[in-house]
């Protein structure tokens, strides 16, 4: 729906409406039993094929060269069927841009460049951390010409999938962070099994110990904290349209019950009590879209001010999304709960989309920190 | 200073001072040994929750997602020889007799560890509310005999309550609705029973329930006016299970399909019918049977409140358990202003959630349901008469038609309207407050344990899977809010119409 506000990123919603059409639709709750059923790697192989898994990295790195616009046109129109290609296609993004943040091209060139199948094009991230609010940060040492992580890192996105991962380190006791690039096949890496987590089971995570694993510095050391925040806020709003797409979604499913469902003798749509939760859903489903479109058309222009508004629009379509996909759960009654339907895994997805890049009160909290100066 | 006229004329406009508050006239009623007892109860739910409930539910909810056809026999064999299935039924049908008022403080103890468990034992009253409303004695002393020697011989008696049609969920809770529902569940009266056709959904633990309580109608397009309730024994030709759904959560306790095929029903197992209420009132069958409805969901609703309250409560235990060992900027959680804003706020919600579900127990203490069981003397009669005296003297009685007629004046032909529609909308508005509020809790617990809140190992996920399902069974919170409206709003309002809007 995002292209309904540019044209030119029709090409790409209608690129990844077609690919939802054709490998997401009607696979969704199949490809949500992971990790209790079998991973969609078809799924992942295609969607790497036409190049979801490096839509913002220039193309002489491997990737398509789109901006935050594609990226998020792509996002929205993904998570609209199923949420968890989208997580997959935004860790990877995220690291990416923390590559090019930290001016790492080489090391962009050395993992996306040389690749020649999905799994050699993954790169895990803890997505669900905000680096600099987490206390509790692998260490690292300087070891011979390189360093060595040591400490545990949760939630691993892609972690069970990637080959190499970046993560973020402290020196010590320092609250300076820095990036780091590790093989996850080295031997001092121990993964757990795939976390089951409450949403988006397809783009799964894994909790991983590191003991004294050879890591490569990614741009400077102590400046982990300033790549990260340059890449927020287009991630931000990236996640935001991850939670437009499920809205857009869980819109789609409920109207479509409305219709059909019959209850005191007519459809469900003509009870004013559903239509006032259906006009609820559609309000917040345009509200962010329009939010999502502004932030990136701002971010494409290179607009100066738009950190802190990105931070609050995340965070206000990240709200508005997980009340839209509870009255679509409710629009439904007891079908909204069963895995029949998609909205018990909207209901479940926006809330893991949500706590993409930190906790809801640690961003509030970094948001007005910024906005104020104090 | 008012004269007493004047006082009783202030006191009956809207909103009439008996509604304001429940508890304020009737606690002072109350049995003093309700409280000893709901103690009791409360050290019984949590030992269980120690010793059962918290070591297995998150390993259970881990075990229906490997295994979607996981069945909880082996908890409701637990559950059975925890006394679970007979605790709240009264002693002249055998059971234990523990006040109805305590099943929430129950429901909330386990619920805010598990409540998919819960579910697992509390449903079953659903199914036993459906038997004692019916007013039917010889067939409850018989059902409910079962239940109690189910218990005593190992082999767990549960009852199950089957409503909700494929095509009518809502419809089916509301006589104003019904028939302009789609319900297709058919019972034919034949020579010594009913046959019945149709399918039933959502049937929480169908297939582990040895009774169903099983609602049909005679005539399809007259279903307000015809409905039949009848006990199926699982095993009975013609009744089958399908699959049982796929839910979000409470995934430990089995939502089931219920087929019937030309399923016979002998007349000594229909528990309610037009013939049989004729036998103790001239009220149109309409009005009896929104009478029935609504105390079956009057006495269950508070409970699904007491569920969402355990929801709400777990939800900030585990957000307290984890904001005091949890740093953020090198401060404990627990430290920042915020988050003991957040706690707060989330303990507040439970309190109220518990005063909603404890106003709709008074309603049903004293206007409702089990009103004759709270009386002083008949309380403190049926706790301290010998079981024997129960089995000998009253046993036999209850299987004797004046006995049913008693019943079925006192509980339809001699009960005020008024006191219907307050315990129905207390219900109901409890209902709404409690799941609301656990749902709210539950969120704001994992927004503030960021991502740790998201590991079902953290449990907290859990609790937001489950408490869904609370905002949509026993009514969508959708057609209580009306219900609300209907009961404790438009008796004011001459002009107000509910479930009749103009399309």
């Known amino acids: ?173 320092g609250r300076q962070g820095s990036f780091f690039l590790i093989d996850l096949d080295h031997k001092g890496v121990s993964k757990s099994e795939p976390v089951f987590t409450l949403g988006m089971h397809a783009c799964p995570a894994v909790d991983v110990r590191l003991d004294r694993v050879r890591a490569r510095l990614i741009g400077e050391e102590g400046k982990g904290e300033e790549y990260f925040d340059r890449v927020l806020p287009a991630m931000h709003v990236a996640a935001a349209a991850m939670n437009a797409g499920i809205m857009r979604g869980a819109l789609d499913e409920a109207l479509a019950y409305a219709r059909e469902r019959f209850q005191g003798g007519r459809e469900i749509i003509r009870w004013s009590e559903v239509s006032m939760l259906l006009a609820g859903m559609a309000v917040k489903a345009d509200a962010a879209d329009m939010c999502v479109t502004l932030a990136c058309q701002a971010l494409e222009q290179g607009e100066a001010g738009w950190s802190s508004r990105c931070a609050a ?52 909290l970094d948001l007005i920190r910024k906005v104020s100066g104090v | 200073m008012l004269s007493s006229a004047e006082v009783s004329n ?44 918290r070591p297995r539910a998150l390993e259970l909810d881990r075990k229906t997602h490997e295994d979607p056809g996981y069945m909880p026999r082996d908890l409701v064999e ?17 059971g234990r007799g523990y006040n109805m008022p305590s099943m929430s403080y129950f429901a909330e103890e386990v619920g805010s560890v598990c409540l998919g468990i819960m579910n697992v034992i509390g449903v079953h009253y659903l199914g036993v509310a459906g038997v004692v409303a019916s007013a039917n004695t010889r067939l409850a002393k018989r059902i409910l005999g079962e239940v109690v020697r189910g218990e005593k011989t190992g082999n767990p008696c549960l009852i199950a309550l089957a409503t909700t049609e494929p095509g009518a969920g809502t419809d089916v809770e509301e006589v104003e609705l019904v028939d302009k529902g789609r319900v297709a569940c058919h019972a034919r009266r034949v020579r010594g029973g009913y046959v019945v056709n149709g399918t039933k959904v959502f049937i929480s633990m169908g297939h582990v329930s040895t009774w169903t309580v099983l609602y049909a109608y005679e005539d399809l397009k007259r279903p307000s006016e015809t409905t039949v309730g009848l006990m199926v024994k699982t095993g ?35 528990l309610f019918s037009t013939d049989m209420v004729r036998k103790f009132t001239k009220k149109p069958i309409r009005e009896v049977a929104q009478r029935y409805i609504d105390y079956v969901v009057g006495a269950t609703r508070p409970g699904v409140c007491a569920f969402g309250v355990g929801a709400a409560r777990g939800a900030f235990e585990t957000a307290l358990k984890h904001a005091s060992t949890t740093t953020m900027n090198g401060t404990l959680l627990i430290n920042h202003e915020w988050v003991q804003s957040m706690l707060a706020e989330m303990y507040k919600n439970v309190a109220l959630g518990r005063l909603a579900y404890t106003e709709a127990n008074y309603a049903n203490s004293h206007r409702g349901l089990y009103k004759i069981l709270q009386l002083k003397p008949v309380y403190y009669y049926l706790r301290l008469m010998p079981q024997a005296y129960f089995d000998k003297v009253i046993g036999p009685m209850l299987e004797k038609d004046y006995s049913t007629r008693l019943m079925g004046k006192l509980s339809y032909d001699w009960a005020r309207p008024e006191d219907q529609r307050c315990c129905s909308g207390w219900a109901s508005l409890a209902k709404v407050a409690g799941t609301d509020l656990g749902v709210r809790n539950c969120q704001m617990a994992i927004e503030l344990m960021g991502q740790t809140g998201l590991r079902q190992d953290a449990g907290v996920e859990k609790m937001l899977r489950d408490i869904k399902l609370l905002q949509i069974y026993e009514g969508t919170n959708q057609l209580n809010r009306l219900n609300v409206f209907k009961c404790l709003i438009a008796p004011e309002i001459p002009q107000a119409r509910v479930f009749e809007e103009d399309r």
């Open chain 2, 78 to 94: 637990l559950a059975n020889r925890w006394g679970f299935y007979t605790m709240w039924i009264p002693r002249i049908f055998g």
């Open chain 2, 10 to 53: 202030r006191l009956s406009g809207f909103p009439r001072f008996e509604d304001m508050s429940l508890s304020l006239p009737y606690a002072p009623r109350m049995p003093k040994g309700m409280v000893r007892e709901t103690r009791e109860v409360v050290a019984i739910a949590r030992t269980f929750n120690d010793e059962v409930a």
């Open chain 2, 236 to 270: 009975t030709q013609g009744f089958s299970f399908g699959s049982h759904e796929n839910k979000m959560g409470q995934r430990v306790c089995p939502a089931s399909v219920l087929v019937f095929e030309d399923c016979f029903i002998p007349d000594d197992q229909v």
């Open chain 1, 1 to 173: 729906m995002l292209s309904s506000f540019k044209s030119e990123w029709k090409p790409f919603e209608d690129l990844a409406r077609s690919f939802a059409a054709k490998e997401l639709a009607g696979k969704t709750e199949e490809h949500d039993r992971y990790p209790f059923g079998e991973f969609f790697h078809d799924v992942l192989d295609k969607a790497y094929e036409v190049g979801f898994l490096g839509i913002m990295l220039p193309g002489e790195l491997g990737g398509a060269g789109g901006g935050i616009g594609t990226l998020c046109t792509v996002l929205a129109a993904l998570c609209r069927a199923d949420s968890s290609p989208g997580g997959i296609v935004f860790t990877n993004a995220l690291v990416q841009k923390i590559l090019l943040a930290a001016d790492a091209r080489d090391i962009a060139g050395e993992i996306f460049g040389r690749a020649s199948s999905a799994g050699g094009f993954l790169a895990a991230f803890p997505s669900y951390t905000h680096p600099a609010h987490q206390d509790n940060l692998p260490e690292y040492k300087r070891s011979g010409r390189g360093y060595s992580l040591t400490g545990p890192v949760d939630l691993l996105v892609l972690g069970g999938l990637a080959r190499r991962a970046i993560i973020p380190a402290r020196a010590g006791s």
């Open chain 1, 313 to 364: 629009a995340a965070l206000h379509v990240h709200e508005i999304a997980c009340e839209a996909v509870t009255d679509g759960v409710q629009v439904l009654g007891g079908n909204g709960y069963m895995k029949d339907y998609g909205q018990e895994k909207r209901f479940r997805d926006a809330r893991q989309v949500q706590a993409l890049l930190g906790s809801v009160p640690a961003r509030k």
